[in-house]
Every structure is written in structure tokens, then in C-alpha cells.
């Protein structure tokens, strides 16, 4: 069980460069948020997925967009690159949507946009 | 809008002395609390949580009591290992669990 897996661990983009940040989980988890983490400002949520076939936004959703083909992968794309992006991103799953379920981390992907 | 305010650090300890991190929140209805734990390269973990007022979540030593009147969930432990030296998360959980909302993170540092 490898739990909440993403790819690739670090990334250099040029400013106007796409890519997709891989996520995937093995728990058979329903919800899957992507979040980023910036100095001084804690997580903020991205996007998120309550199931197959369905994102919504979170706090911070321009820029970047998701799509959830299958319950274990939830990529988030980028679709051009900007330097305001350069941030770590998490991905997380979670069983259900209330506090008894516990959200699970993945190791997160370390991005600088130059 | 719903926000987590949490102590800067870094906070620095020497091994067994005692630990507290302050949290205080700002939330509509009745939120459920949480702490996170993220250690050096790693993501991050669920250290503890409380989902009403006046629980008391704990795990590994930590300890954090829901304080509905002064709107604070303060994580401590007795006796710190350098082991506990990390970066710890207060979040809440206000409009489903899904959504979490975090504080900025506190770095623990705890020497021999």
C-alpha cells in the first residue's frame, strides 16, 4: 500500500511552459485535493474532487487546472507557467468527508518557475 | 472567512523541556480542529484532532484541548524528543472536511 504517491518530486519551468503534476493514491479514497504551500502562508486548497467526474474550485483555483478520469489519479495541470507559481504542492486523499476521516499527504512536488 | 492564526517560530528547546504551540481561530458554526505534523522532506501527517468543544485530541505525548471560549486549540507536550523537531500545522475544518484551512506552520527545534 503506497498510499498518496506524486511525480515528480522537483521541476524547473521557464515562464509560459506547461505541465501536469502527477497524483495518485491506492486506498480507494472518494476526495482528493491538491493544495500549495508558500513561506509564511501555510497550505492553501488548489482544487478538489469529491469523485470520478467531478472537481470543484478551492481558494486559489486560477492558473491551474484538474480533471478526475479515475478515483486513483488526480492531476493538476499547468497549463502557463508563471514565476508566482513557484510554490510545493501537495496532493491529499481522504475516505469520506467529515473530521472521523483523516486526510493522508502526499510527499509533495517542490516547482520553481524561472 | 474562516482562518487559523498560529505562534511564529522558529520555537527552540532543548530535549525535555516543555512544549507549547500557540492556535486560535476565526470560524462560522462549529468547526473540527486539527494538528499537522510535516517532517524534513516528508508530507504532511495527522497528529491529532478534536471535532467539538471541549474534546481533547493526543497522540505521541501531544496534547490539544477544543477551548470554544477563547477560540484556541494549543498543542503541548511534557518532554520534547529531537525527534519532535518538525513544522506543526494548526487547521480547521469548518464547511466539510475536505476543505481544509491552515495556520502558516510553526517550526519546532529541539537540541540534544
Known amino acids: 500500500n503506497a498510499g498518496v504517491t506524486q511525480t515528480p518530486k522537483f521541476q524547473v519551468l521557464k515562464t509560459g511552459q506547461s505541465m501536469t503534476l502527477q497524483c495518485a493514491q491506492d486506498?480507494?479514497?472518494?476526495?482528493m485535493s491538491w493544495y500549495r504551500q508558500d513561506p509564511g502562508m501555510g497550505l492553501r486548497l488548489i482544487h478538489y474532487s469529491v469523485g470520478a467526474g467531478i472537481t470543484d474550485q478551492g481558494e486559489v483555483p486560477n492558473g491551474y487546472n484538474v480533471s478526475r478520469s479515475t478515483t486513483e489519479d488526480f492531476p493538476l495541470r499547468l497549463l502557463s507557467a508563471a514565476p508566482s507559481q513557484t510554490s510545493v504542492y501537495f496532493c491529499?486523499?481522504?475516505?469520506?468527508?467529515?473530521?472521523?476521516?483523516?486526510?493522508?499527504f502526499g510527499p509533495g512536488t517542490r516547482l520553481t518557475v524561472t | 472567512g474562516d482562518s487559523v492564526t498560529q505562534m511564529e517560530g522558529p520555537v527552540t528547546l532543548s530535549e525535555e523541556a516543555f512544549l507549547t504551540i500557540n492556535c486560535t481561530y476565526t470560524a462560522t458554526g462549529y468547526p473540527s480542529l486539527f494538528w499537522y505534523v510535516q517532517y524534513p522532506g516528508e508530507g504532511l501527517q495527522l497528529l491529532l484532532k478534536?471535532?467539538?468543544?471541549?474534546d481533547k485530541g493526543s497522540n505521541k505525548g501531544f496534547e490539544a484541548t477544543y477551548r470554544k471560549e477563547t477560540t484556541s486549540f494549543h498543542l503541548e507536550k511534557g518532554s520534547v524528543q529531537v525527534s519532535d523537531s518538525a513544522v506543526y500545522f494548526c487547521?480547521?475544518?469548518?464547511?466539510?472536511?475536505?476543505?481544509?484551512?491552515f495556520g502558516t506552520g510553526t517550526r519546532l527545534l529541539v537540541s540534544p
Open positions: 487547521a480547521l475544518s469548518a464547511t466539510g472536511f475536505q476543505k481544509l484551512v
Open positions: 486506498m480507494n479514497h472518494e476526495y
Open positions: 478534536a471535532t467539538k468543544a471541549d
Open positions: 491529499a486523499s481522504t475516505q469520506g468527508p467529515g473530521p472521523a476521516y483523516e486526510q493522508y
